[in-house]
């Protein structure tokens, strides 16, 4: 009885050693980024699914076929536990279930520290969620309803709302947070190669909600520099165009008004 | 008051007023059952629109006939976010925490512990008006025009920007709070007061024990609920800006305050389903539950301990500070200390027992399958990181309908089987319900395994338009296939119970030879008064005293 409590103890105080171990293992290989972290996490976390699944169906189904009733007045056989059976038939699944938990956390933990450092490197875009767009700055004074981004290049979003709360969900590079009015928010990816995908809102935002998306490139360095000069000029030349508009407007304003 | 000594055996007049104005546990409890089972058809119906709808990309132009806009005035986004909106309120509080707390619980556990009714009969009436009053409330949906689109969960600042009613929202969770309240009073005051002489807490049915541990979760956070959604009205109704950031509220309050109800209420359901299942399979098995004190000082209290610590996991991609989303990762993994040994509990009740197969166990077996699928599922979205990709994808709605739409169901479809002798006289297992079985089992697999297919891949929640993801088609027709024969399968077993309430072959007052007080202290269905002669018990009984274990105190 003391002994088992002592075993007990021990792999309790085993715990945080394993945990510590998972912790310091190395992400798989080259730049930690979220999206290859994410995916080998999901393996990892399968087999874990698959083990504890597949030890409990099989257990059942053996007890379902073996204890079948052998007439219909046969009654169930099984003895009392005794205390020291009683305590481990607790205890050790307590310790089992702990110690796979404390491991799922601490691979969790590490990939969370992954896709919630933002490398210094990052280049920034602000977005703002609107019923029922998404609008990105690039800075500059260039504002789009398309997110391009240069391969080779962490990009981190800092996002906002406003009108109603949405989600930025882009499902190719496995991240996602909530945008929400008065509040902001940030995720950042690394798009490793070009790649055309799209972008979702995944927080239930009304009527339009599920139309709610927009296209994402991930573009060479020199295609993106050339598609943000472009758009540059062109905010230029709107801007100039709303001035000369804003001026001649002075000019002739209290003329209009009157 | 009814009490044991003025039991009844002419059989009570079962008219309509003897109905509406009854005071019998019993009879409350059937009603909760007729009011939930009309509740989860309707929702049901809900749930084949949005299968449809979800079959192709574009719009099917039928969702609108399916939530009553039969002239088409709403578009059709609107018109399938009610159609969600219904779906999912209904099936949680208008199905599921009323047949398990409410049917379940008024009609097994005064008899399982020997008491002749509640300690409140009254208030136990008042209990079952709130409720259909609050079913009454959400079936208008259908005919007011500025239906209720706010998903069941009504997070601001869209519940109170839109034009559409969120006061039927709000009033529906008043009412049916109001009325789990009430009912938590009187069932927390009849199960410590009011069980047999002799009947000492280890002694109590497995299914007793969770129904309250279940109703202290209700009267401890269904008050945080009711408070979140008055605010909302407020917000909407009276200018308020609670959760107005531009008048220093904030949009996370409320889901804060939603969740920190609405995780628990999960347990509201897991715990008296896994409880039936206890009780059903002792039974069917003939055998004692395995390892009992570890069942319910383990599982159910530790369940109890930890269910208020871990609802920031509805939140973890809201925004939230970083302690909070870890810490909570680790309080919702250990989630899986108190379930696994309430399932290892389960599993062992079967070791060396004489299982018997019938309906009600049929159904019992297929829960114990769709636990492990909905509860390791969860694992993944317990993990944070894990989260943030799984997050409001299909394989969280199939998750959760795994362990809460499956399984809880299930378990009250297998309660339904397993205690229709006690409440007709008459088997419900008949052939009609053995087809049926099949066809709801096939028809949630075929349902929800493509949904985590997709789901893994990013396939959006609430999305009735998915243009973008053009590959996920054959995934959702096949769902849409599934859902058609749980349709089929659910519409038989309903008709199978009718017809066997009339037509069913009559069996005696224990066909089970169960041990349990319902099955060997009174007859089928019980007089007013549950039991002929008070019940009292030794320290040696225990509802599953197959063979004699001694002493249980």
């Known amino acids: ?258 | 008051m009814a009490t044991a000594t003025d039991y009844a055996h002419a059989r009570p007049r079962s008219g309509l007023k003897e109905w509406i104005f009854t005071t019998d546990h019993k009879r409350v409890g059937i009603l909760y059952l007729v009011g939930a089972i009309a509740a989860f058809l309707v929702a049901g119906l809900m749930a084949v629109g949005i299968r449809i709808e979800q079959m192709a990309p574009g719009e099917s132009g039928l969702i609108n006939y399916f939530v009553g806009d039969f002239a088409k005035e709403l578009p059709t986004g609107t018109a399938y976010n009610v159609a969600l909106y219904f779906h999912g309120a209904a099936m949680i509080l208008a199905f599921l925490i009323p047949a398990l707390t409410g049917f379940a619980a008024n009609y097994l556990v005064p008899m399982m512990i020997g008491a002749p009714d509640v300690a409140f009969p009254r208030i136990n009436a008042l209990s079952l008006w709130l409720f259909w009053a609050g079913i009454v409330v959400a079936l208008l949906t259908f005919i007011m025009p500025d239906k209720p689109d706010v998903m069941w969960t009504g997070y601001p600042p869209y519940a109170v920007t839109t034009t559409a009613n969120t006061a039927a929202y709000v009033f529906t969770v008043h009412l049916i709070g109001f009325s789990s309240i009430l009912g938590a009073v009187n069932f927390l005051v009849t199960i410590i007061y009011m069980r047999a002489p002799g009947m000492g807490w280890n002694q109590l049915n497995i299914f007793v024990w969770t129904i309250f541990a279940a109703f202290i979760i209700q009267i401890v956070f269904v008050p945080v609920l009711a408070s979140a959604v008055t605010l909302l009205l407020f917000d909407k109704y009276l200018g308020t800006g609670f959760f107005d950031p531009a008048r220093g509220g904030d949009v996370l309050l409320y889901q804060n305050l939603f969740w920190f109800y609405s995780h628990p209420a999960v347990y509201v359901i897991f715990l008296p389903a896994v409880g039936l299942l206890f009780d059903i399979i002792a039974t069917q098995a003939k055998n004692h539950v395995f390892n009992y004190k570890a069942a319910v000082w383990g599982g159910i209290v530790g369940i109890l301990v930890i269910t208020g610590e871990v609802w920031v996991h509805h939140l973890y991609i809201a925004g939230m500070p970083d302690w909070i989303r870890i810490g909570m990762m680790v309080s919702t993994l250990l989630i899986s200390v108190p379930v696994g040994l309430l399932l290892i509990s389960l599993w062992g009740t079967m070791y060396k027992g004489a299982i018997t197969y019938n309906l009600s166990m049929w159904y019992a077996v297929a829960c114990l399958f769709l636990i492990l699928v909905g509860g390791l599922t969860g694992i993944p979205l317990a993990v944070t990181s894990m989260t943030v990709h799984l997050s409001e994808t299909s394989f969280v709605h199939a998750h959760f309908h795994f362990i809460m739409g499956i399984m809880a169901t299930f378990a009250v479809f297998a309660t339904v089987y397993h205690w229709f002798p006690k409440m007709t006289g008459r088997s419900a297992d008949s052939l009609i319900g053995k087809i049926a079985f099949w066809f709801t089992m096939a028809g949630t697999q075929v349902t929800f395994w493509p949904l985590f297919m997709i789901g893994v891949r990013g396939m959006p929640r609430r999305y009735w338009d998915y243009s973008m993801y053009p590959e996920f088609q054959p995934y959702h027709e096949i769902a849409t296939l599934g859902a058609a024969l749980l349709g089929i399968g659910v519409v038989l077993m309903v008709f199978g119970w009718v017809l066997s309430a009339f037509r069913g072959p009559i069996v005696g007052t224990n066909p089970w030879g169960s041990k349990s007080l319902e099955w060997t202290h009174t007859e089928s269905p019980p007089g007013p008064g549950n039991f002929p002669k008070p019940v009292t018990v030794n320290e040696s009984w225990t509802p599953y005293n197959y063979v004699d274990w001694g002493d249980h105190r």
């Open chain 1, 1 to 258: 009885m003391r002994k088992l409590f002592e075993t007990g103890l021990w792999s309790l105080a085993a715990l945080p050693l394993i945990a510590g171990q998972a912790l310091a293992e190395p992400a798989a290989g080259g730049m930690p980024n979220p999206t290859d972290g994410w995916n080998h996490t999901w393996n990892e976390v399968l087999w874990d699914l698959w083990i504890i699944g597949g030890i409990f169906a099989v257990v059942a189904v053996y007890l379902l076929v073996k204890y079948k009733a052998k007439s219909p007045n046969a009654v169930g056989t099984a003895q009392p536990l005794n205390l020291d059976k009683a305590l481990a038939w607790s205890l050790v699944p307590a310790a089992l279930f702990m110690a796979d938990d404390f491991l799922l956390a601490a691979k969790g933990w590490s990939l969370w520290n992954i896709q919630r450092t933002v490398p210094t490197n990052a280049m920034e875009i602000k977005v703002s969620g609107n019923q029922w767009f998404f609008e990105y700055d690039y800075g500059g004074g260039v504002k789009d309803t398309e997110l391009v981004v240069p391969v080779g290049q962490p990009i981190v979003l800092r996002m906002t709302s406003n009108d109603v709360i949405h989600s930025f969900g882009l499902n190719d590079y496995r991240v996602k947070e909530d945008m929400m009015p008065g509040r902001i928010t940030y995720l950042w990816f690394y798009p490793d190669k070009p790649l055309e995908t799209q972008v979702v809102c995944v927080e239930f935002c009304g009527m339009a909600h599920s139309q709610m998306t927009n296209k994402v490139r991930a573009v060479e360095k020199a295609a993106y520099d050339e598609w943000l000069a472009k758009k540059i000029e062109k905010s230029k030349k709107k801007t100039s165009e709303l001035d000369q508009k804003k001026s001649a407007e002075a000019a002739s304003g209290p003329v209009t008004a009157r």
